[in-house]
């Protein structure tokens, strides 16, 4: 394919596929580890990717008005974790001189996650309430529905079609002809009453029965994880107010439990001081003699982050609160950090704001509060920028300094929680002062059923043949010996 279509490709996408195995064994899941049509499958993705410049898209190349509808954006996760990729269809309106821009827009949004989160699957929503025949393009709906067939490969856990009506059943009887059987079992048609099956009500807007209050705005772009996390007395939107509360909370919650006649609201006024101990402490902090690293470490510019991307909770049943980052800067000065999380009201995150030496690592300690559980929908993000040898590494400091630092000089890293059922967890967590190493990581564990699945899918295609093959066999015996039985009673007749 290279030798006759190398002038088809962009050179980035042949050195990643060269690079990255992940990606490769993502187009032969998809096409059942079958290597002829894998390789057709990256052909055509390829070229696609070239002819739509998939690897130069941003926000600046793309019409703003594109953004500013809201009739495409990311925002929230299903019961499963996965995210959200949302089509309000009664925002698109049919123009051919639109389609190129719009498709652009998807493979833009597409590619934006893709980066972001590694290429964890998503879930399609088809938001069509208040939708009519006005608002069918079902050209545009077969490009959306080639983007995970053809091109983002095992990239689709469903897509869950809202409130459909029932003038559009003709058009989407059209749709499932493209859809191959794999992907038809992913077709949710759901409406108020069932929705919540797949998504909860947390994320779901009201007209859907559920009690999420966003509000689609642009710009910036839709970051739901950390723009506006959730608290206890709603979203705040300034960032220094957030951590301030969150940081102030957490010291509150944690006093309570050691002195509980103490006075809350002296608790709230000591509370700077206390963060501040606090993270001088945890700098200072000694290591546990057996801690030690996760198995995979997420490699970036300014700091190496174990694990990689998933923080592993027990569930209620197993107990399991804490979890450990390590960071640990591999550059010549200090870097500054800083961790947020969508959920401030259920973890406590020590240090959450302050600087890592060059050369040396730091560690992060994830606790939940008493009477929470971890969460699939939660994340976390942890921001990183160089610092200037001349400045210092107290709050005050830290606090100018995130406030000054251009957007461009931070590194950005996520990590997703992942919640553990059995009482021996899979990745590296922290209870009672002591560390435990995994046996296998999640994503081990995930590729090993995958292929299982995989193994079990065919198993079952080469059952059906043999009961085919032996129903065949059996009728055509059984017309053998009818025919065996026809020609004796013939011979008979004759002779009698």
Same mark, same amino acid.
């Given at each position: 394919?290279?030798?006759?279509?190398?002038?088809?490709?962009?050179?980035? $996408? +042949?050195?990643?596929?060269?690079?990255?195995?992940?990606?490769?064994?993502?187009?032969?899941?998809?096409?059942?580890?079958?290597?002829?049509?894998?390789?057709?499958?990256?052909?055509?993705?390829?070229?696609?990717?070239?002819?739509?410049?998939?690897?130069?898209?941003?926000?600046?190349?793309?019409?703003?008005?594109?953004?500013?509808?809201?009739?495409?954006?990311?925002?929230?996760? $299903?019961?499963?974790?996965?995210?959200?990729?949302?089509?309000?269809?009664?925002?698109?309106?049919?123009?051919?001189?639109?389609?190129?821009?719009?498709?652009?827009?998807?493979?833009?949004?597409?590619?934006?996650?893709?980066?972001?989160?590694?290429?964890?699957?998503? %879930?399609?929503?088809?938001?069509?309430?208040?939708?009519?025949?006005?608002?069918? /393009?079902?050209?545009?709906?077969?490009?959306?529905?080639?983007?995970?067939?053809?091109?983002?490969?095992?990239?689709?856990?469903?897509?869950?079609?809202?409130? #459909?009506?029932?003038?559009?059943?003709?058009?989407?009887?059209?749709?499932?002809?493209?859809?191959?059987?794999?992907?038809?079992?992913?077709?949710?048609?759901?409406?108020?009453?069932?929705?919540?099956?797949?998504?909860?009500?947390?994320?779901?807007?009201?007209?859907?029965?559920?009690?999420?209050?966003?509000?689609?705005?642009?710009?910036?772009?839709?970051?739901?994880?950390?723009?506006?996390?959730?608290?206890?007395?709603?979203?705040?939107?300034?960032?220094?107010?957030?951590?301030?509360?969150?940081?102030?909370?957490?010291?509150?919650?944690?006093?309570?439990?050691?002195?509980?006649?103490?006075?809350?609201?002296?608790?709230?006024?000591?509370?700077?001081?206390?963060?501040?101990?606090?993270?001088?402490?945890?700098?200072?902090?000694?290591?546990?003699?057996?801690?030690?690293?996760?198995?995979?470490?997420?490699?970036?510019?300014?700091?190496?982050?174990?694990?990689?991307?998933?923080?592993?909770?027990?569930?209620?049943?197993?107990?399991?609160?804490?979890?450990?980052?390590?960071?640990?800067?591999?550059?010549?000065?200090? +870097?500054?950090?800083?961790?947020?999380?969508?959920?401030?009201?259920?973890?406590?995150?020590?240090?959450? !704001?302050?600087?890592?030496?060059?050369?040396?690592?730091?560690?992060?300690?994830?606790?939940?509060?008493?009477?929470?559980?971890?969460?699939?929908?939660?994340?976390?993000?942890?921001?990183?920028?160089?610092?200037?040898?001349?400045?210092?590494?107290?709050?005050?400091?830290?606090?100018?300094?995130?406030? /000054?630092?251009?957007?461009?000089?931070? #590194?950005?890293?996520?990590?997703?929680?992942?919640?553990?059922?059995?009482?021996?967890?899979?990745?590296? %967590?922290?209870?009672?002062?002591?560390? !435990?190493?995994?046996?296998?990581?999640?994503?081990?564990?995930?590729?090993?059923? %995958?292929?299982?699945?995989?193994? !079990?899918?065919?198993?079952?295609?080469?059952?059906?043949?043999?009961?085919?093959?032996?129903?065949?066999?059996?009728?055509?015996?059984?017309?053998?010996?009818?025919?065996?039985?026809?020609?004796?009673?013939?011979?008979?007749?004759?002779?009698?």
């Amino acid at each position: 394919y290279l030798l006759d279509k190398s002038d088809k490709y962009d050179s980035r $996408d +042949v050195e990643r596929l060269q690079q990255d195995d992940k990606w490769v064994e993502n187009y032969l899941i998809w096409r059942h580890d079958v290597v002829d049509d894998t390789l057709k499958m990256i052909d055509e993705s390829f070229q696609w990717r070239k002819e739509y410049t998939v690897n130069d898209l941003s926000e600046s190349v793309l019409p703003k008005w594109l953004f500013e509808i809201g009739a495409l954006f990311l925002h929230g996760y $299903d019961k499963e974790g996965y995210k959200l990729f949302w089509f309000k269809v009664k925002h698109h309106t049919r123009d051919p001189k639109q389609q190129l821009d719009k498709k652009k827009l998807v493979a833009f949004w597409l590619e934006h996650y893709a980066k972001r989160d590694h290429g964890k699957p998503l %879930t399609v929503v088809f938001d069509m309430a208040e939708t009519g025949i006005s608002h069918i /393009d079902l050209d545009f709906v077969r490009f959306i529905v080639n983007c995970f067939t053809d091109y983002y490969p095992n990239f689709l856990t469903k897509i869950v079609i809202f409130e #459909m009506p029932w003038i559009m059943n003709a058009a989407f009887k059209i749709v499932k002809g493209w859809l191959g059987p794999d992907a038809i079992s992913m077709l949710k048609f759901t409406n108020k009453s069932d929705v919540q099956e797949y998504i909860s009500g947390e994320y779901l807007p009201p007209h859907m029965g559920g009690t999420d209050s966003f509000k689609y705005s642009y710009p910036p772009l839709v970051d739901d994880d950390f723009q506006t996390p959730l608290c206890e007395n709603g979203p705040i939107t300034n960032e220094d107010e957030h951590e301030s509360k969150e940081e102030i909370d957490a010291d509150t919650k944690e006093t309570g439990e050691v002195n509980e006649v103490q006075n809350l609201n002296q608790k709230k006024m000591n509370s700077i001081e206390h963060i501040s101990k606090s993270e001088e402490t945890d700098k200072t902090e000694v290591k546990p003699k057996n801690a030690k690293k996760a198995l995979t470490t997420f490699k970036g510019p300014l700091l190496h982050i174990s694990p990689a991307e998933e923080l592993y909770f027990g569930s209620k049943e197993t107990g399991e609160k804490k979890c450990l980052i390590v960071l640990t800067n591999v550059t010549k000065n200090v +870097v500054a950090f800083k961790v947020r999380t969508t959920a401030p009201e259920k973890y406590r995150v020590k240090p959450s !704001n302050s600087s890592c030496e060059p050369g040396t690592s730091l560690d992060i300690i994830v606790s939940l509060h008493g009477g929470f559980a971890a969460s699939l929908q939660d994340r976390f993000l942890i921001m990183a920028a160089e610092m200037d040898q001349s400045s210092g590494a107290g709050v005050p400091e830290l606090t100018q300094f995130w406030k /000054d630092v251009p957007r461009t000089k931070v #590194m950005e890293h996520r990590l997703r929680c992942h919640v553990i059922e059995s009482s021996k967890p899979s990745s590296l %967590t922290l209870k009672d002062n002591a560390f !435990n190493i995994p046996a296998k990581t999640n994503e081990d564990l995930h590729m090993q059923l %995958t292929s299982l699945l995989q193994i !079990n899918k065919r198993l079952e295609e080469q059952m059906h043949r043999c009961l085919w093959f032996q129903q065949l066999s059996v009728v055509l015996s059984l017309l053998s010996v009818t025919v065996a039985a026809f020609c004796f009673y013939l011979a008979y007749a004759q002779r009698s």
